[in-house]
């Protein structure tokens, strides 16, 4: 008799227990749904916003409004005063929300189609025909020969320091290797023209503007070569071979 009241005693004080724990715990989850659901302030995209927009542009296009504590990343923004001096880094779309990971310095903005000239160095930007620069093909991030042509009005005399060009008004020379290529713009290829039988890489349409990455030597003599000669470009990749070719005259090319 007492084994049974003792059973049923233990069972009891167990059901209490465990009814005291589920209250605590569904008590708890209440408290922590609600903490997620209190509202929070954040600036939410209207309008799209393009890359490199000053932040004190941002104006209308964004707007502070109330969102659940849990649906607010971390790094949100609730006021541009923070943020002066900033661009945004990427394009940002309607109904996001305005992260500070996403605000920069005008600096640091890459423009697409583009990579950065590496540090001590200047860009320079050159027009060229499509046949001058690989076909068309050449892209941001490619490396490049820069070979320079030049014609003089009178042969080289015969007490030149360089022998290899004396004698002759024409010279080529493979003036720089693996120059970084930083942009090019250029016009649409040619889409109309199809190949029927086989696939063809389409014609560029027209020259090109090509950036590279130089010194300040570099710039200047590839100014001068702009000038008063002719420059054609080659793709350079670092696996290209490197036989430190000499200047081109008509007795070294035949």
Known sequence: MKTRLLG???????????TVLLVVYVQNADRRAAAGMQPVDVLIVQDRIAAGT???????????????????????????????????????????????????????????????APEGKQEITLLLEPERLVGGRLAAGDTVGVFISVETEKEVPANALQPEMRGFKEFTDLKFRKVLVTSVQQAPSDSGAKNSEQQSVPMPSGSAFVTLAVTDAEASKLVFAAEFGKIWLSKDPESATNSNPPVSTLAEVF
């Open 54 to 116: 000053p932040v004190d542009k941002l104006g209308s296009a964004v707007k502070l409004e109330s969102v659940p504590s849990a649906a607010v990343p971390a790094g949100a923004v609730s006021k541009l005063s923070d943020q002066k001096g900033k661009v945004t880094s990427v394009e940002l779309q309607p109904g996001e929300q305005v992260l500070a990971s996403r605000l920069v310095s005008p600096n640091e903005v890459t423009v697409p189609g583009t990579v950065a």
């Open 8 to 18: 049923g005693i233990a069972a009891a004080l167990l059901a209490i227990i465990g």
